[in-house]
Protein backbone atom coordinates (compact mmCIF):
# COMPACT_ATOMS: atom_id res chain seq x y z
CA UNK A 1 0.00 0.00 0.00
CA UNK A 2 0.89 3.24 -0.11
CA UNK A 3 3.37 4.65 2.55
CA UNK A 4 5.73 7.88 2.53
CA UNK A 5 8.32 5.49 4.35
CA UNK A 6 8.89 2.43 6.60
CA UNK A 7 9.94 4.33 9.81
CA UNK A 8 7.66 7.70 9.13
CA UNK A 9 3.90 7.68 10.60
CA UNK A 10 1.62 9.87 8.74
CA UNK A 11 -0.76 11.90 11.36
CA UNK A 12 -3.44 14.23 9.70
CA UNK A 13 -5.52 16.38 11.98
CA UNK A 14 -8.12 18.28 11.08
CA UNK A 15 -10.49 21.24 13.31
CA UNK A 16 -14.20 21.98 11.43
CA UNK A 17 -14.21 25.84 10.84
CA UNK A 18 -17.82 26.51 13.22
CA UNK A 19 -16.35 29.01 15.57
CA UNK A 20 -13.83 30.28 18.03
CA UNK A 21 -11.58 28.25 19.73
CA UNK A 22 -11.93 27.79 23.08
CA UNK A 23 -9.67 26.36 25.90
CA UNK A 24 -11.10 23.23 25.35
CA UNK A 25 -10.01 22.94 22.06
CA UNK A 26 -6.87 23.79 23.17
CA UNK A 27 -6.35 21.49 25.20
CA UNK A 28 -7.47 18.81 23.87
CA UNK A 29 -6.66 18.80 20.36
CA UNK A 30 -4.27 22.24 19.70
CA UNK A 31 -1.45 21.48 22.12
CA UNK A 32 -1.31 17.59 21.60
CA UNK A 33 -1.09 18.48 18.36
CA UNK A 34 1.84 20.46 17.84
CA UNK A 35 3.67 18.37 20.53
CA UNK A 36 3.26 15.49 18.53
CA UNK A 37 3.83 17.64 14.99
CA UNK A 38 7.87 18.21 16.46
CA UNK A 39 8.80 14.30 16.48
CA UNK A 40 11.27 13.60 13.67
CA UNK A 41 9.72 10.01 13.10
CA UNK A 42 5.98 11.78 12.32
CA UNK A 43 4.93 13.74 9.46
CA UNK A 44 1.68 15.55 10.15
CA UNK A 45 -0.95 17.10 8.27
CA UNK A 46 -3.11 19.36 9.53
CA UNK A 47 -6.11 21.40 7.87
CA UNK A 48 -8.82 23.74 8.55
CA UNK A 49 -12.44 21.35 7.51
CA UNK A 50 -14.22 24.68 5.56
CA UNK A 51 -16.30 21.60 3.46
CA UNK A 52 -17.02 20.17 6.37
CA UNK A 53 -18.19 23.12 7.67
CA UNK A 54 -21.04 23.85 5.42
CA UNK A 55 -22.49 20.68 6.49
CA UNK A 56 -23.82 22.50 10.11
CA UNK A 57 -23.50 26.07 9.47
CA UNK A 58 -24.78 28.20 6.55
CA UNK A 59 -23.01 31.70 7.66
CA UNK A 60 -20.54 32.47 4.80
CA UNK A 61 -18.84 35.41 6.91
CA UNK A 62 -18.77 32.85 10.13
CA UNK A 63 -16.89 30.70 8.43
CA UNK A 64 -14.50 32.57 6.95
CA UNK A 65 -14.11 34.40 10.12
CA UNK A 66 -13.86 30.82 12.11
CA UNK A 67 -11.45 29.65 9.28
CA UNK A 68 -9.09 32.76 9.91
CA UNK A 69 -9.35 32.17 13.83
CA UNK A 70 -8.59 28.42 13.92
CA UNK A 71 -5.49 28.96 11.85
CA UNK A 72 -3.95 31.66 13.91
CA UNK A 73 -4.78 29.45 16.77
CA UNK A 74 -2.78 26.99 15.33
CA UNK A 75 0.00 29.37 14.41
CA UNK A 76 0.43 31.06 17.34
CA UNK A 77 0.33 27.99 19.54
CA UNK A 78 3.55 26.75 17.58
CA UNK A 79 2.53 24.93 14.89
CA UNK A 80 5.59 25.29 12.02
CA UNK A 81 4.81 25.24 8.45
CA UNK A 82 8.14 24.36 7.40
CA UNK A 83 7.60 21.19 9.46
CA UNK A 84 4.28 19.98 8.66
CA UNK A 85 1.43 19.93 5.83
CA UNK A 86 -0.70 22.67 6.81
CA UNK A 87 -3.32 23.96 4.26
CA UNK A 88 -7.18 25.20 4.15
CA UNK A 89 -9.48 21.82 2.82
CA UNK A 90 -10.89 23.00 -0.05
CA UNK A 91 -7.66 24.09 -1.69
CA UNK A 92 -7.21 20.87 -2.59
CA UNK A 93 -9.73 20.04 -5.20
CA UNK A 94 -8.78 16.53 -5.44
CA UNK A 95 -10.50 16.07 -2.10
CA UNK A 96 -13.99 16.21 -3.09
CA UNK A 97 -12.97 14.01 -6.41
CA UNK A 98 -12.06 11.72 -4.36
CA UNK A 99 -15.50 11.88 -2.24
CA UNK A 100 -17.37 10.79 -5.39
CA UNK A 101 -14.95 7.82 -6.08
CA UNK A 102 -15.15 6.59 -2.42
CA UNK A 103 -19.04 7.62 -2.65
CA UNK A 104 -19.41 4.93 -5.77
CA UNK A 105 -18.01 2.39 -3.20
CA UNK A 106 -19.68 2.98 0.09
CA UNK A 107 -22.76 0.92 1.30
CA UNK A 108 -25.93 2.91 2.13
CA UNK A 109 -26.47 0.30 5.14
CA UNK A 110 -22.97 1.17 6.81
CA UNK A 111 -23.76 5.25 5.98
CA UNK A 112 -26.93 4.31 7.66
CA UNK A 113 -25.20 3.31 10.59
CA UNK A 114 -23.28 6.49 11.46
CA UNK A 115 -23.95 7.99 14.93
CA UNK A 116 -24.72 11.59 13.42
CA UNK A 117 -26.93 10.26 10.82
CA UNK A 118 -28.79 8.20 13.75
CA UNK A 119 -29.27 10.91 16.37
CA UNK A 120 -30.76 13.17 13.81
CA UNK A 121 -33.34 10.85 12.53
CA UNK A 122 -33.86 9.93 16.45
CA UNK A 123 -34.27 13.64 17.42
CA UNK A 124 -36.98 13.82 14.61
CA UNK A 125 -39.26 10.31 15.51
CA UNK A 126 -38.97 11.95 19.26
CA UNK A 127 -40.86 15.15 17.73
CA UNK A 128 -43.10 12.62 15.86
CA UNK A 129 -41.59 14.20 12.32
CA UNK A 130 -40.38 12.62 9.39
CA UNK A 131 -36.97 10.78 10.41
CA UNK A 132 -35.34 12.49 7.46
CA UNK A 133 -36.87 15.69 8.14
CA UNK A 134 -34.15 18.49 7.89
CA UNK A 135 -31.29 15.75 7.62
CA UNK A 136 -29.15 16.90 4.69
CA UNK A 137 -27.10 14.62 2.04
CA UNK A 138 -24.24 16.27 3.22
CA UNK A 139 -24.93 15.03 7.07
CA UNK A 140 -25.54 11.32 5.52
CA UNK A 141 -22.09 11.78 3.62
CA UNK A 142 -20.05 13.28 5.96
CA UNK A 143 -18.06 9.93 6.99
CA UNK A 144 -17.45 9.93 3.10
CA UNK A 145 -15.88 13.54 3.44
CA UNK A 146 -13.94 12.31 6.06
CA UNK A 147 -12.69 9.13 4.77
CA UNK A 148 -11.28 10.91 1.30
CA UNK A 149 -9.67 13.65 3.95
CA UNK A 150 -7.54 10.58 5.74
CA UNK A 151 -7.02 8.14 2.60
CA UNK A 152 -5.93 10.84 0.20
CA UNK A 153 -2.90 11.66 2.47
CA UNK A 154 -2.73 7.72 3.35
CA UNK A 155 -2.47 8.67 6.87
CA UNK A 156 -1.38 5.72 9.18
CA UNK A 157 -2.84 7.95 12.42
CA UNK A 158 -5.91 10.48 13.18
CA UNK A 159 -5.62 11.21 16.90
CA UNK A 160 -9.50 12.00 17.34
CA UNK A 161 -12.23 12.13 20.43
CA UNK A 162 -13.74 8.01 20.96
CA UNK A 163 -17.40 9.43 19.65
CA UNK A 164 -15.45 9.68 16.20
CA UNK A 165 -13.63 5.94 16.37
CA UNK A 166 -16.83 4.89 14.22
CA UNK A 167 -16.12 7.05 11.30
CA UNK A 168 -12.45 5.66 10.75
CA UNK A 169 -13.76 2.48 11.30
CA UNK A 170 -15.91 3.35 8.37
CA UNK A 171 -12.96 4.60 6.45
CA UNK A 172 -11.55 1.70 7.01
CA UNK A 173 -14.43 -0.01 5.26
CA UNK A 174 -14.60 2.51 2.33
CA UNK A 175 -10.55 2.10 1.84
CA UNK A 176 -10.82 -2.33 2.00
CA UNK A 177 -13.33 -1.73 -0.42
CA UNK A 178 -11.65 0.66 -2.75
CA UNK A 179 -8.29 -1.77 -2.62
CA UNK A 180 -10.45 -4.78 -3.43
CA UNK A 181 -12.52 -3.29 -6.02
CA UNK A 182 -9.18 -1.56 -8.10
CA UNK A 183 -5.80 -2.99 -6.30
CA UNK A 184 -3.92 -1.69 -3.15
CA UNK A 185 -4.13 1.84 -3.09
CA UNK A 186 -5.37 3.03 0.36
CA UNK A 187 -3.56 2.67 4.17
CA UNK A 188 -6.25 1.29 6.29
CA UNK A 189 -6.05 4.23 8.58
CA UNK A 190 -5.85 3.78 12.88
CA UNK A 191 -7.95 5.47 15.21
CA UNK A 192 -5.34 7.50 18.13
CA UNK A 193 -7.52 7.82 21.23
CA UNK A 194 -6.13 9.44 23.96
CA UNK A 195 -8.17 8.78 27.31
CA UNK A 196 -5.35 10.84 29.53
CA UNK A 197 -6.90 14.12 27.20
CA UNK A 198 -10.15 14.42 29.75
CA UNK A 199 -12.85 16.90 28.19
CA UNK A 200 -12.75 19.98 30.01
CA UNK A 201 -15.58 21.46 32.16
CA UNK A 202 -16.85 24.87 30.83
CA UNK A 203 -18.17 27.28 33.08
CA UNK A 204 -21.39 25.80 34.26
CA UNK A 205 -19.65 22.37 34.72
CA UNK A 206 -20.91 20.71 31.56
CA UNK A 207 -18.37 19.89 28.76
CA UNK A 208 -16.61 23.09 27.29
CA UNK A 209 -18.86 23.48 24.09
CA UNK A 210 -20.11 26.40 21.74
CA UNK A 211 -23.69 23.88 21.89
CA UNK A 212 -23.95 24.90 25.48
CA UNK A 213 -22.68 28.68 25.23
CA UNK A 214 -20.48 28.00 28.42
CA UNK A 215 -17.15 28.11 26.63
CA UNK A 216 -14.06 30.22 27.30
CA UNK A 217 -12.41 31.79 24.26
CA UNK A 218 -8.70 30.55 24.11
CA UNK A 219 -7.26 34.11 23.03
CA UNK A 220 -9.68 36.49 24.82
CA UNK A 221 -8.10 39.77 26.17
CA UNK A 222 -6.81 39.27 29.65
CA UNK A 223 -9.22 41.32 31.48
CA UNK A 224 -12.25 39.36 29.96
CA UNK A 225 -10.57 35.93 30.45
CA UNK A 226 -10.16 37.01 34.09
CA UNK A 227 -14.07 37.88 34.36
CA UNK A 228 -14.85 34.52 32.64
CA UNK A 229 -12.70 32.40 35.03
CA UNK A 230 -14.72 34.75 38.30
CA UNK A 231 -18.01 33.40 36.44
CA UNK A 232 -17.13 29.83 36.85
CA UNK A 233 -19.82 27.91 38.73
CA UNK A 234 -18.96 26.58 42.26
CA UNK A 235 -20.58 25.63 45.38
CA UNK A 236 -21.29 27.54 48.55
CA UNK A 237 -19.19 26.29 50.92
CA UNK A 238 -17.11 29.34 52.62
CA UNK A 239 -13.39 30.32 53.28
CA UNK A 240 -12.50 27.81 55.79
CA UNK A 241 -14.49 25.00 54.83
CA UNK A 242 -12.84 22.01 52.97
CA UNK A 243 -13.47 21.81 49.43
CA UNK A 244 -13.76 18.47 47.08
CA UNK A 245 -11.68 18.59 43.62
CA UNK A 246 -14.27 16.06 42.61
CA UNK A 247 -16.86 17.48 39.88
CA UNK A 248 -14.57 21.00 40.31
CA UNK A 249 -14.65 22.74 36.91
CA UNK A 250 -12.38 25.16 38.43
CA UNK A 251 -9.99 22.08 39.70
CA UNK A 252 -10.01 19.97 36.33
CA UNK A 253 -9.29 23.66 34.51
CA UNK A 254 -6.75 23.90 36.45
CA UNK A 255 -5.12 20.44 36.45
CA UNK A 256 -5.22 20.66 32.35
CA UNK A 257 -2.52 23.52 32.46
CA UNK A 258 -1.03 23.33 35.94
CA UNK A 259 2.13 20.94 36.84
CA UNK A 260 1.75 18.01 39.08
CA UNK A 261 4.03 19.72 41.70
CA UNK A 262 0.80 22.83 41.21
CA UNK A 263 -1.81 20.83 40.98
CA UNK A 264 -0.97 18.95 44.38
CA UNK A 265 -0.86 22.28 45.67
CA UNK A 266 -3.84 23.60 44.57
CA UNK A 267 -5.45 19.98 45.79
CA UNK A 268 -3.91 20.59 49.64
CA UNK A 269 -5.86 24.25 49.03
CA UNK A 270 -8.98 22.65 48.37
CA UNK A 271 -8.45 20.45 51.79
CA UNK A 272 -7.20 23.50 53.44
CA UNK A 273 -10.71 25.90 52.96
CA UNK A 274 -8.65 28.06 50.09
CA UNK A 275 -11.49 30.42 49.18
CA UNK A 276 -13.67 30.20 46.08
CA UNK A 277 -11.90 33.64 44.88
CA UNK A 278 -8.46 32.92 45.46
CA UNK A 279 -8.78 29.90 43.99
CA UNK A 280 -10.13 31.28 40.33
CA UNK A 281 -7.65 33.65 40.94
CA UNK A 282 -4.75 30.97 40.92
CA UNK A 283 -6.72 29.47 37.94
CA UNK A 284 -6.50 32.93 36.16
CA UNK A 285 -2.70 33.47 36.73
CA UNK A 286 -1.54 30.12 35.49
CA UNK A 287 -3.91 30.29 32.07
CA UNK A 288 -2.49 33.46 31.36
CA UNK A 289 1.35 32.83 31.95
CA UNK A 290 0.34 30.30 29.43
CA UNK A 291 -1.79 32.13 27.23
CA UNK A 292 -0.19 35.65 27.17
CA UNK A 293 2.72 35.12 24.86
CA UNK A 294 0.34 33.08 22.16
CA UNK A 295 -2.04 35.67 22.24
CA UNK A 296 0.49 38.59 21.22
CA UNK A 297 0.99 36.34 18.45
CA UNK A 298 -2.19 35.46 17.83
CA UNK A 299 -3.35 39.00 17.33
CA UNK A 300 -0.66 40.13 15.43
CA UNK A 301 -1.64 37.24 13.09
CA UNK A 302 -5.07 38.25 13.32
CA UNK A 303 -4.39 41.82 12.16
CA UNK A 304 -2.19 40.75 8.73
CA UNK A 305 -5.07 37.84 7.56
CA UNK A 306 -2.41 37.96 3.89
CA UNK A 307 -0.04 36.24 6.04
CA UNK A 308 -2.33 33.88 7.03
CA UNK A 309 -3.54 33.45 3.41
CA UNK A 310 -0.31 32.82 2.05
CA UNK A 311 1.03 30.59 4.56
CA UNK A 312 -1.99 28.26 3.61
CA UNK A 313 -1.55 28.63 -0.37
CA UNK A 314 1.59 27.22 0.37
CA UNK A 315 0.66 24.42 2.79
CA UNK A 316 -2.04 23.77 -0.18
CA UNK A 317 1.02 23.73 -3.10
CA UNK A 318 3.13 21.20 -1.03
CA UNK A 319 0.08 18.98 -0.39
CA UNK A 320 -1.05 18.99 -3.88
CA UNK A 321 2.24 18.30 -4.63
CA UNK A 322 0.60 14.77 -2.95
CA UNK A 323 -2.46 14.64 -3.87
CA UNK A 324 -2.64 15.46 -7.62
CA UNK A 325 -0.41 12.72 -8.92
CA UNK A 326 -2.31 10.08 -6.26
CA UNK A 327 -5.82 11.64 -7.83
CA UNK A 328 -4.27 10.79 -11.38
CA UNK A 329 -3.00 7.30 -10.39
CA UNK A 330 -6.62 6.50 -8.92
CA UNK A 331 -8.42 7.90 -11.67
CA UNK A 332 -6.09 5.70 -14.05
CA UNK A 333 -7.47 2.52 -11.58
CA UNK A 334 -10.77 3.28 -11.72
CA UNK A 335 -10.87 3.62 -15.67
CA UNK A 336 -11.16 7.68 -15.89
CA UNK A 337 -8.35 7.01 -18.59
CA UNK A 338 -7.27 8.76 -21.97
CA UNK A 339 -9.09 6.88 -25.08
CA UNK A 340 -5.63 7.75 -26.09
CA UNK A 341 -3.56 5.06 -23.94
CA UNK A 342 -4.72 1.88 -26.31
CA UNK A 343 -7.15 -1.01 -25.31
CA UNK A 344 -4.83 -3.17 -23.41
CA UNK A 345 -4.71 -0.64 -20.69
CA UNK A 346 -7.91 -0.13 -20.69
CA UNK A 347 -8.80 -3.76 -20.49
CA UNK A 348 -5.80 -4.85 -17.75
CA UNK A 349 -6.82 -5.60 -14.63
CA UNK A 350 -4.04 -5.52 -11.45
CA UNK A 351 -3.22 -9.10 -10.26
CA UNK A 352 -4.80 -8.00 -7.00
CA UNK A 353 -8.09 -6.59 -8.02
CA UNK A 354 -9.13 -10.11 -9.55
CA UNK A 355 -8.55 -11.66 -6.62
CA UNK A 356 -11.39 -13.31 -4.73
CA UNK A 357 -11.77 -12.09 -0.80
CA UNK A 358 -13.58 -14.58 1.09
CA UNK A 359 -16.40 -14.16 3.14
CA UNK A 360 -16.26 -14.57 6.95
CA UNK A 361 -16.03 -13.12 10.37
CA UNK A 362 -13.49 -10.70 11.50
CA UNK A 363 -12.92 -10.90 14.99
CA UNK A 364 -10.45 -7.50 16.96
CA UNK A 365 -9.82 -5.41 19.52
CA UNK A 366 -10.39 -2.22 20.23
CA UNK A 367 -8.30 0.31 22.47
CA UNK A 368 -11.87 0.30 24.85
CA UNK A 369 -10.55 -3.49 26.03
CA UNK A 370 -13.37 -5.15 24.89
CA UNK A 371 -13.60 -7.13 21.52
CA UNK A 372 -15.67 -7.09 18.86
CA UNK A 373 -16.59 -8.97 15.63
CA UNK A 374 -18.06 -8.08 12.55
CA UNK A 375 -19.14 -9.98 9.33
CA UNK A 376 -17.93 -9.18 5.68
CA UNK A 377 -19.44 -10.45 2.55
CA UNK A 378 -17.01 -11.21 -0.44
CA UNK A 379 -16.34 -7.42 -1.35
CA UNK A 380 -14.87 -6.65 1.86
CA UNK A 381 -17.95 -4.97 2.86
CA UNK A 382 -19.42 -4.38 6.46
CA UNK A 383 -23.07 -6.55 6.69
CA UNK A 384 -23.06 -6.48 10.63
CA UNK A 385 -20.88 -5.11 13.42
CA UNK A 386 -21.18 -6.02 16.98
CA UNK A 387 -21.54 -4.60 20.43
CA UNK A 388 -18.37 -4.91 22.49
CA UNK A 389 -17.70 -7.99 24.43
CA UNK A 390 -15.65 -8.40 27.82
CA UNK A 391 -13.98 -11.67 26.35
CA UNK A 392 -13.25 -13.08 22.85
CA UNK A 393 -14.66 -16.08 23.82
CA UNK A 394 -17.80 -14.35 24.64
CA UNK A 395 -17.69 -13.16 21.10
CA UNK A 396 -17.02 -16.68 19.47
CA UNK A 397 -19.88 -18.02 21.26
CA UNK A 398 -22.44 -15.58 19.50
CA UNK A 399 -20.66 -16.36 16.27
CA UNK A 400 -20.93 -19.70 16.75
CA UNK A 401 -24.58 -19.60 17.30
CA UNK A 402 -25.21 -16.85 14.26
CA UNK A 403 -23.75 -19.63 12.25
CA UNK A 404 -26.02 -22.28 13.62
CA UNK A 405 -28.93 -20.32 13.09
CA UNK A 406 -28.78 -18.50 10.23
CA UNK A 407 -32.20 -17.07 10.13
CA UNK A 408 -32.84 -15.72 13.44
CA UNK A 409 -29.81 -14.18 14.36
CA UNK A 410 -31.80 -10.38 13.79
CA UNK A 411 -34.52 -11.40 16.49
CA UNK A 412 -31.76 -13.36 18.53
CA UNK A 413 -28.87 -11.13 18.56
CA UNK A 414 -30.45 -7.56 18.26
CA UNK A 415 -29.22 -6.10 21.79
CA UNK A 416 -25.65 -7.47 20.26
CA UNK A 417 -25.17 -6.02 17.23
CA UNK A 418 -25.56 -2.70 15.63
CA UNK A 419 -28.76 -1.41 14.09
CA UNK A 420 -29.12 -3.60 10.78
CA UNK A 421 -31.04 -2.61 7.68
CA UNK A 422 -33.42 -5.41 5.41
CA UNK A 423 -30.72 -5.33 2.56
CA UNK A 424 -27.53 -5.81 4.93
CA UNK A 425 -30.07 -8.48 6.81
CA UNK A 426 -30.38 -10.74 3.73
CA UNK A 427 -27.30 -10.19 2.77
CA UNK A 428 -25.76 -11.46 6.20
CA UNK A 429 -28.17 -14.47 5.78
CA UNK A 430 -26.91 -15.60 2.25
CA UNK A 431 -23.48 -15.70 3.94
CA UNK A 432 -24.00 -17.18 7.25
CA UNK A 433 -25.81 -19.94 5.17
CA UNK A 434 -22.86 -20.35 2.78
CA UNK A 435 -20.29 -20.07 6.26
CA UNK A 436 -22.88 -23.15 8.01
CA UNK A 437 -22.51 -25.07 4.45
CA UNK A 438 -19.66 -24.76 2.96
CA UNK A 439 -19.62 -27.47 0.19
CA UNK A 440 -22.98 -26.25 -0.58
CA UNK A 441 -24.82 -29.83 -0.17
CA UNK A 442 -28.36 -29.74 0.47
Not at 112 to 133: F, L
Amino acid sequence: MASPSSNVTRYLTGITTTGTPHLGNYVGSVRPSVQASLRSDVQSFYFLADYHALIKCDEPARIQRSTLEIAATWLASGLDPQRVTFYRQSDIPEIPELTWLLTCVSAKGMLNRAHAYKAAVDKNVARGEDPDGDVSAGLFMYPVLMAADIVMFNAHKVPVGRDQAQHLEMTRDIAQRFNHLYGEHFTLPEAEIDDAVALLPGLDGRKMSKSYDNTIPLFTPRAQLQKLIAGIVTDSRAPGEPKDTEGSALFQIYQAFASEQETEALHRAYADGIAWGDAKQMLFERIDAEIAPKRERYEALMADPSQIETILLAGAEKARAISQPFMSRLRQAVGLRSLATGAKAATTKSTKVTKSSKAGFKQYRERDGLFYFKLLDEQGSTLLQSRGFQTPQEAGRIIGAMQQTPHDFVNSYTDLLEPVDNQAALAAVKVLEALANPTGEQ
